[in-house]
């Protein structure tokens, strides 16, 4: 199999490689920014101005009914549900809650999820149960894998995917590996495309390293960080 691309905490791009990155990610954190702002404002908000509006109808005269009454509470309650609902899709933007539950369950959950989304089969395995991670550095793999998964789906062809996690020394190792249609043409131009760029910055600011492994069948990608600054 042949080494496509290496990353290395961003040492060794060049500098217009890294304008390019830097003003890559700036733009997907502002439209992330306006996506968020959106959703607050036109759902969020709306969902809110809804509710107090249906509030405020149940002092007409026709709700003095307790039948009417129940019913009409009964499906505020609904809404009331649904905004709950919309409240916590915006938290999970901005950082998953399942990290809560630790890096290992957390990286464990997004395999199953994605095996129950797409069908593709995925297994995820950890050297340790009990291993631990700062905040940061657990939602960057987090993160990462999410992004993985993505390209997985866009590109591979792949039937099964494989997840590693481990710690090699004062380094921890995450591989993704699946048996799609590998990436035998790919060249720099291709490596550079906005996923594995958006990977390579995220990894690039842990002072990580990234390697894509490929041939006529089959790609893993390794992530590579230290568990300590």
Not at 65 to 73: E, N, V
Not at 188 to 198: H, T
Request: some cysteine; overall charge negative.
């Amino acid at each position: 199999m042949k080494r496509l691309a290496r990353g290395d905490g961003g040492s060794t791009a060049e500098e217009g490689e890294l304008r390019e990155l830097i003003g890559h990610q700036e733009k997907i954190r502002e439209d992330e920014r306006k996506r968020i702002a959106r959703e607050i404002h036109d759902e969020l908000g709306q969902r809110l101005l809804a509710l107090r509006i249906e509030v405020s109808l149940l002092k007409q005269d026709e709700y003095d009914f307790a039948d009417k009454r129940s019913q009409r509470i009964d499906e505020i309650l609904e809404h009331v549900d649904a905004t709950v609902k919309s409240v916590r899709t915006l938290i999970n933007d901005l950082r998953p809650a399942v990290l809560d539950l630790g890096l290992v369950a957390s990286l464990d959950w997004q395999a199953r999820d994605f095996e129950r989304a797409n069908g593709t089969a995925c297994v995820f395995r950890a050297d340790d149960e009990d291993l631990e991670l700062d905040d940061k550095r657990a939602t960057v793999l987090f993160r990462v894998l999410q992004e993985a998964l993505t390209n997985v789906v866009k590109h591979a062809k792949a039937d099964k995917v494989e997840i590693g996690l481990k710690q090699d020394g004062k380094n921890l190792v995450l591989s993704v590996a699946d048996n799609g249609i590998g990436m035998p043409k790919v060249r720099n131009r291709k490596i550079k495309s906005y996923g594995l760029a958006g990977i390579r910055e995220r990894i690039g600011l842990l002072n990580g390293e990234f390697r894509i492994v490929t041939g006529d069948s089959g790609t893993t990608l390794i992530f590579r960080i230290p568990v300590s600054e």
